[in-house]
């Protein structure tokens, strides 16, 4: 009795490990695939550091649905300067700041996400971005977002999931990327000059 009862044991032993017994083929269920790898923590990081800089708006398209296309221009530019996007005039080589939003990204998704969001609860643009050597795609919802206090949207559509065609509802803005003037550089002038910087008296 204990013999038998051994070789049952080695029998299941051999049967889990998938061998031939007896000339018997056991098959065995293929084990789970692995998990898939967690996004690295620096991938953020290194999105929002490609993004740094001046950007001039050189293309707005527009699609509100029902037929309703376009195209507009702009006189403003983009920068983007540690995790805020602000909203930049520039007249007569003054420069004027009108919006800032502060910066969310997953560049886990594909594309990736990018919000711009003002407090807690209020993200105004909703959409995902492409960067590509010194131009940028931002496409985005029309209209703001609320989220509720458990981070779930609670009024708002649904983000975009691609750049072109413009998606119902959405806005695409193409941005590219210029040189930020030096700080204390001299505004130019009428004609084409530059007025000499001014300088702090001796």
């Known amino acids: ?20 017994v007896a000339g018997l083929t056991v098959t065995v269920c293929a084990a789970p695939a692995p998990l ?21 708006v050189v293309g707005m398209e527009y699609n509100f649905g029902g037929g309703r296309k376009g ?5 403003y ?3 983007i300067e540690g995790n805020k996007w602000s909203r930049l005039y520039v007249t007569a080589g003054t420069e004027r700041v009108s919006q800032t939003y502060d910066i969310q990204l997953n560049p886990a998704t594909k594309p990736a996400t990018l919000d711009l969001k003002r407090g807690e609860t209020l993200i105004q643009m909703s959409g995902v971005v492409m960067q590509e050597g ?13 989220v509720g206090k458990d ?20 806005v695409l803005m193409t941005l ?3 040189a930020r003037t030096p700080a204390g550089s001299a505004p130019p002038m009428p004609g084409g000059g530059r007025q000499p910087p001014i300088r702090p008296k001796k």
């Open 1 to 20: 009795m204990l013999r038998s009862a051994s070789c049952r044991l080695i029998l299941a032993g051999l049967v889990v490990a998938g061998l031939t």
């Open 36 to 56: 898939p790898k967690p996004p690295r923590k620096t991938e953020a990081k290194e999105l929002l550091q490609r993004l740094q800089g001046d950007w001039e």
């Open 71 to 75: 195209s507009s221009k702009t006189s």
């Open 77 to 79: 530019r983009i920068r």
């Open 134 to 146: 010194d131009q940028v795609k931002f496409c985005y919802l029309n209209g703001g977002r609320v």
């Open 151 to 170: 981070g779930v949207i609670v009024n708002g559509g649904t983000r975009p999931t691609s750049f072109e065609p413009v998606p119902d509802n959405c």
């Open 176 to 178: 590219k990327r210029v």
